[in-house]
């Protein structure tokens, strides 16, 4: 079911769609992703591409005991 979630998301983005996505697999989401904003209480706190998202966004969240993949 996850893969077919994530082939309809990456069909969404070839049509030009935009998907705002809350997943509990963040490094396939982060790969598929082109960019990412990042949301605090709501608002956009930054933007940029998902290279380096890791370190800058979910490492504080997840710390370093999660590993991409």
């Known amino acids: 079911m996850v893969d077919l979630v994530f082939e309809c998301l990456a069909k969404a983005r070839q049509e ?3 998907v705002i996505l809350i997943e509990q697999h963040p490094y396939r ?15 956009t706190a930054r933007t940029g591409a998902t290279r380096g ?15 991409g993949g």
């Open 29 to 43: 989401a982060l790969d598929r992703a082109g960019d990412r904003p990042a949301l605090h209480r709501g608002q």
């Open 16 to 18: 030009g769609i935009g």
């Open 53 to 67: 998202a890791y370190d800058e966004d979910l490492r504080p969240y997840l710390g370093d005991s999660a590993t």
